[in-house]
């Protein structure tokens, strides 16, 4: 009997004879006793029926593995629990998950990794319904002999709406240090007359295009900025360092690890946090992979000409790319700047405002997609989501190589019933929050009237049209939890159960197709589904360990989920295994 010579020599010596094989490390990494899905079989129908190569018996998924081998920063083997322990060698760690669940590692594909960072030092806003509260918040938290910036969030400007604030309570409170309060979405913000004197604004300003500065009538600011108006406040907030943003960039990213995520797609980067990505990249201190989309229409927007000349990342394995860009074409459902079809349900004669009245730059969008860059479009309206389509048809038809890269919509919240199949003709992904449509819902038919809002938030109704679709939380305005996640997108309730019954139910998806959301068809969408998003040898070594079973897991048990441990390319870069 002859010694066998370990599995990887074989590896290396393939590699040598010029295989293309990058993984010839020797195991580092052996994950056995789990339940694995792979997701290495195919697509569910559009109704959510699973593929006939599916692990599924008509009735109830089983684990298609048992164990993952990780050599190097890629999957060396995925199966049997006796075969993975065969390949263990000296330095290879060995954990027995004991039943835990590893799937392919979770996308988090839209989301603004810098608001995680601010926010933690920032003054929590959130639930606040009353100026009282806002008040006594404020005061609890700040100290009497600091004279900087007061920085707040969370406030809900779709709460708010019908009822806005007014800062004469801020000035009364803090007459001498600027108060900024950013609304929980993006859409509102709320300052004091020190902070609204050091961004220069007044009575005289005039309200930008698609935003609001709300005024007294007296013609005097009452402080708060909606919509498009948001960063002529925001912006006057003092700049962080260099230092002190990739500070800011690397806390997100470890709140995002510990939440299971291997990869974030940051909706729309600055040349504000542009040179901290690439400082972080360039040091190799990214500890995720992390999609910059470059903001295209807004202030302080990386600059057009210098990025189409220097084109997409070309390196699909480098941990930062900047392959997609980012831009605006309406606001927000809640604070009625979404552009509709028709009026407004709630407020007769208005509809919106999108495109160029809402700063959508369609050259400079034009410009980045016929130089290889993917776009992501934010359309919430159906008005807002029929021109984006008309935009994409318009640039596919002048550019017919762009239409190769699945261009994203990003929200795609309310939709026309004519427009829902033009996803799947034009090639497009619906990007979309499952956490919105249930947090929405108590004001989303209000705005929209009991007949469009069935074309709201309509999972099922764009997967039959044909869009990809991939599911993100849009953070921070909302939970970014996966469990959270997984939970509203099969359920359409809010975390208390409410609706009973889900709100829309038939708009709902399968346990399976939210699991796709998060892994595989976000890789599709990016273009890297042969590298990542399923578990198969060869594959980036990109794992979430998840304490319980999405695939089995009785709905309302999925809140109670946990992250195990997360590991990207091959590192082991969040680990509860152990406590
Ligand atoms: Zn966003």
């Not at 007359?193 to 007296?218: F, I, K, N, Q």
């Amino acid at each position: 009997m002859f010694l066998r010579a370990p599995w990887w020599t074989a590896l290396i010596a393939a590699c040598l004879l010029g295989a293309g094989c990058r993984s010839a490390a020797p195991p580092s990494l052996v994950l056995h006793d789990a339940h694995v899905y792979t997701l290495a079989w195919g697509d569910p129908d559009a109704e959510g029926r699973p593929a006939p190569d599916a692990p599924f018996d008509g009735e109830r998924w089983t684990p298609d593995a048992s164990a993952v081998v990780v050599a190097g920063d890629r999957i060396a083997f995925v199966g049997a629990d006796a075969e993975a322990l065969a390949m263990a060698g000296p330095g290879t760690r060995v954990v027995d998950l004991d039943g835990a669940t590893i799937v392919p590692g979770l996308i988090e594909s839209h989301g603004h990794l810098q608001e995680i960072g601010e926010k933690a030092d920032e003054i929590r806003l959130d639930g606040a319904l009353t100026e009282a509260d806002l008040a006594d918040r404020l005061r609890s938290a700040t100290e009497p002999s600091d004279d900087g910036w007061v920085l707040g969030t969370g406030w809900d400007e779709g709460e708010w709406a019908d009822a806005l604030p007014d800062r004469a309570f801020l000035d009364a409170l803090f007459p001498d240090r600027p108060v900024v309060l950013t609304g929980l979405r993006g859409f509102g913000t709320f300052g004091n007359a020190r902070a609204l004197e050091a961004a220069g604004l007044g009575p005289d300003t005039p309200d930008p295009v698609g935003g609001t500065l709300v005024r007294r009538p007296d013609g005097s600011l009452t402080g708060v900025l909606l919509n498009n108006a948001t960063d002529l406040l925001n912006d006057a907030v003092p700049a962080r360092s260099l230092e002190s943003k990739a500070r800011v960039l690397r806390y997100g990213m470890d709140q995002l690890l510990r939440a299971g995520y291997v990869a974030t797609h940051h909706a729309g980067v600055r040349a504000d946090y542009l040179p901290a990505y690439l400082a972080l990249a360039g040091a190799g201190e990214l500890p995720m992979r992390v999609e910059a989309m470059l903001a295209v229409g807004v202030p302080d927007a990386p600059d057009l000409t210098t990025w189409v000349r220097r084109g997409p990342t070309a390196d699909r394995e480098a941990m930062l790319q900047v392959r997609s860009v980012k831009a605006y074409y309406d606001g927000s459902l809640g604070s009625r700047g979404a552009k509709l079809l028709a009026d407004y349900a709630d407020r007769p004669g208005h509809r919106g405002v999108a495109g160029a009245e809402y700063g959508f730059d369609p050259e400079a969008v034009e410009a980045y997609m016929a130089a290889g860059f993917q776009a992501g479009i934010h359309a919430i309206g159906d008005a807002g989501n029929r021109e984006v389509l008309d935009f994409y048809e318009g640039v596919f038809a002048r550019h017919p190589g762009a239409r190769a890269l699945r261009h994203r919509v990003e929200h795609a919240q309310v939709v026309h019933p004519d427009d829902v199949a033009r996803f799947g003709a034009l090639g497009l992904v619906a990007s979309m929050e499952p956490g919105h449509a249930v947090e929405d819902a108590p004001w989303a038919g209000d705005r929209l009237g009991p007949g469009r809002v069935r074309g709201a938030y309509a999972w099922r109704s764009l997967r039959r049209g044909g869009a990809l679709l991939i599911f993100n939380s849009d953070f921070t305005g909302t939970d970014w939890s996966p469990f959270y996640g997984l939970y509203a997108a099969v359920t359409r309730q809010r975390k208390d159960g409410t609706p009973a019954g889900g709100w829309f139910p038939e708009e709902a998806v399968t346990a399976e197709e939210a699991l796709r959301a998060y892994t595989v068809w976000p890789a599709r969408a990016s273009g890297v589904e042969d590298r990542t998003g399923t578990i198969q040898p060869g594959t980036w070594a990109d794992l979430t360990v998840l304490s319980l079973d999405p695939l089995t897991a009785p709905p309302d048990a999925l809140l109670e989920g946990a992250v195990r441990m997360t590991v990207v390319a091959g590192a082991v870069r969040f680990d509860a295994t152990s406590e």
